[in-house]
């Protein structure tokens, strides 16, 4: 007994099944960068004076009107901020701002209060840390108050023309699912898989493209697919036609 007990235990354990794993397709990869290019291209083409929509003349501006665009719309901010930078011309001056008179001129773009002490805070440090000027590089921008990677990236790739990232706004990341350029629902994934797919000198205007067709024809509801230049490289399943 005790050496048929001896043989059982020197039987070598069965083998696990070798897991099969799909062999990467270099055609396919190949593929998707083609279409990637072929859609930026005719957007280009639909739209070749796109760019950023918010009236500004200098980067604090941009960077204020960038700040109270959160959850409204460019057309709103254009509409409040020539009274505003009239009366607000430097970044001291916005620091110093009174608080009730900010909270007024700014009220229409929504979430006044938490927007006029993002940007009266975020002022005073430009102000007294870095002499008034906005600074141009994505570490110094998001430590400022108000200040995440969109607007960062609007205000890198807009007022200093720096590629470090590309802007998420609702539109790129609505047209990044449709177009299946990313699976993700956050947006610092998504900017992570378009920086991947598009080459970096590409990044800044991307996003105007992108941003620019999703108002006109890639809309949120009923999209005008009969009229977009690309209907025949999307495979969404939102698509009209």
């Given at each position: 007994?005790?050496?048929?007990k001896?043989?059982?235990?020197?039987?070598?354990?069965?083998?696990?099944?070798?897991?099969?794993?799909?062999?990467r397709?270099?055609?396919?990869?190949?593929?998707?960068?083609?279409?990637?290019?072929?859609?930026?291209?005719?957007?280009?083409?639909?739209?070749?004076?796109?760019?950023?929509?918010?009236?500004?003349?200098?980067?604090l501006?941009?960077?204020?009107?960038?700040?109270?665009?959160?959850?409204?719309?460019?057309?709103?901010?254009?509409?409040?901020?020539?009274?505003?930078?009239?009366?607000?011309?430097?970044?001291?001056?916005?620091?110093?701002?009174?608080?009730?008179?900010?909270?007024?001129?700014?009220?229409?773009?929504?979430?006044?209060r938490?927007?006029?002490?993002?940007?009266?805070?975020?002022?005073?440090?430009?102000?007294?840390?870095?002499?008034?000027?906005?600074?141009?590089?994505?570490?110094?921008?998001?430590?400022?108050?108000?200040?995440?990677?969109?607007?960062?990236?609007?205000?890198?790739?807009?007022?200093?023309g720096?590629?470090?990232?590309?802007?998420?706004?609702?539109?790129?990341?609505?047209?990044?699912?449709?177009?299946?350029?990313?699976?993700?629902?956050?947006?610092?994934?998504?900017?992570?898989?378009?920086?991947?797919?598009?080459?970096?000198?590409?990044?800044?205007?991307?996003?105007?493209?992108?941003?620019?067709?999703?108002r006109?024809?890639?809309?949120?509801?009923?999209?005008?697919?009969a009229?977009?230049?690309?209907?025949?490289?999307?495979?969404?399943?939102?698509?009209?036609?």
């Open positions: 007994m005790a050496a048929r001896a043989v059982a235990a020197a039987k070598p354990a069965p083998k696990k099944p070798v897991k099969k794993t799909t062999p397709n270099p055609a396919a990869k190949k593929t998707k960068y083609l279409r990637a290019e072929q859609i930026f291209s005719r957007l280009e083409g639909a739209y070749p004076d796109a760019k950023c929509a918010l009236d500004h003349e200098n980067p501006q941009l960077l204020v009107a960038t700040i109270l665009s959160a959850q409204s719309t460019d057309k709103m901010v254009n509409s409040i901020t020539p009274a505003l930078f009239n009366k607000y011309k430097t970044a001291e001056a916005f620091a110093n701002a009174d608080t009730a008179e900010l909270e007024t001129l700014v009220h229409s773009t929504g979430f006044f938490n927007k006029a002490k993002s940007v009266k805070a975020s002022c005073r440090i430009i102000a007294e840390q870095y002499s008034g000027k906005v600074p141009d590089t994505m570490e110094e921008l998001l430590k400022l108050p108000g200040v995440a990677r969109k607007t960062a990236n609007v205000v890198l790739g807009v007022a200093y720096k590629a470090e990232g590309i802007v998420v706004d609702t539109h790129v990341q609505r047209l990044s699912r449709r177009l299946d350029f990313s699976k993700e629902e956050r947006p610092d994934k998504i900017e992570q898989d378009l920086m991947q797919l598009f080459p970096r000198n590409k990044w800044i205007q991307l996003a105007h493209l992108l941003i620019h067709h999703g006109a024809k890639c809309v949120a509801v009923r999209p005008k697919c009229e977009c230049p690309i209907e025949d490289l999307c495979y969404s399943e939102d698509k009209t036609v």
